[in-house]
């Protein structure tokens, strides 16, 4: 009998090195995803505990930190407890809707967070809250 050359069937399989590198971006996508969503303006700072701790609610607003060593910032970038008052109405349009939220180190002393405050209080700025992450 004849045979004639036929071609062989060609199994289903799958391929390994496409299905690595899709792996590998997604991997790489979630790295740069988790390193950009958590907003890490200015120092670290470890905030104290409050049970009664609530959401902030969007609004225009302004984050003052206060650090160890005497280290101020106004979103992010240093400045001096002098020129914070200053900076913060160049900034804002208006003095009544602009919320102030102060993030403070537990390691700050007392005195130094009422001393900003006030310094605040003395410039106008009326809504000043207080940081804290809840229990």
Sequence with gaps: MRSWNESKKNKA???LI???DVMMFLLVFFVLIS???IPSQGMKTQLPAAASAQQIKPQKRAIVTLGENNQLELDGEGVTLE???ARLKAGQASIDSTAIILNSDKSVPVERL???MDSLRQ???TSISIATRKL
Excluded: D, S, T
């Design 13 to 15: 399989h799958i391929e």
């Design 18 to 20: 496409p299905m690595i």
């Design 35 to 37: 390193l950009n969503v």
């Design 83 to 85: 020129a914070l008052v």
């Design 114 to 116: 009422v001393a900003v």
């Design 123 to 125: 410039g106008g700025f």
